[in-house]
């Protein structure tokens, strides 16, 4: 009860509204600045490759044979952006559900996937029946989605983050073709496997 109020009003209340987009922009360019400056590159796909170092995998696959301790500083960002999530989530988290259009909302209402109207019903963009851990379906898709993009991430040499906003920004023509890749992929996936899936 004390943290609801808290929330709701002062420095709290401030940071638990959504924020307009050009503060993350803005943030980003300077990071991405930072990076290039400091002559890193910026990307968290590389923080599962030095997990596995760390772990020994370096031993087995030259692959993961390199000096983790270069690495340091992104598993440390990694970290924080976990314990930052956990801790907006739990704490600042927004009063109201996300807003969508209405239009979204009923499409989404076709795919059996129920939006939430207040938060008392759920947080999130829709219902996660189908993207949880409390069935086998949903544990098989986590565990399923986690490979796809894991593996993805580095066959691919970067991530999303990496290739369209640091690769981009060092005009990397493989960056280019990445991104050219992720809309493709993404558009069919929502309009083309997700209505076969959901529909």
């Not at 400091?38 to 030095?50: E, T, W, Y």
């Not at 044979?65 to 690495?71: A, M, S």
């Not at 991430?153 to 005009?171: E, F, K, Q, V, W």
Request: aromatic share 18%.
């Amino acid at each position: 009860m004390e943290i609801t109020l808290l929330q709701s009003s002062g420095f709290l209340g401030f940071l638990s509204q959504p924020w307009h987009w050009a503060v993350s922009g803005a943030a980003i360019a300077l990071i991405l600045f930072l990076m290039n400056w400091m002559g890193r590159s910026f990307g968290v796909s590389m923080a599962f490759k030095s997990m596995c170092t760390i772990a020994g995998a370096g031993k087995r696959f030259e692959f993961f044979n390199f000096n983790v301790k270069d690495e340091y500083w992104r598993l440390a960002f990694v970290g924080g952006a976990v314990v930052g999530g956990f801790i907006t989530s739990q704490f600042l988290a927004s009063p109201d559900p996300v807003a969508i259009s209405g239009s979204t909302i009923a499409h989404l209402k076709d795919w059996n996937m129920e939006y939430y109207l207040t938060t008392d019903e759920g947080n999130g963009l829709f219902n996660t029946f189908w993207f949880n851990f409390k069935n086998v379906w949903g544990i098989f898709l986590a565990l399923l989605g986690g490979f796809l993009v894991g593996f993805g991430a580095r066959y691919g040499d970067g991530c999303t983050s990496g290739h369209a906003i640091s690769g981009l920004a060092n005009l990397q023509l493989p960056s280019l073709l990445a991104v050219i890749g992720f809309f493709i992929g993404g558009l069919l996936m929502t309009w083309g496997i997700f209505p076969l899936i959901f529909g």
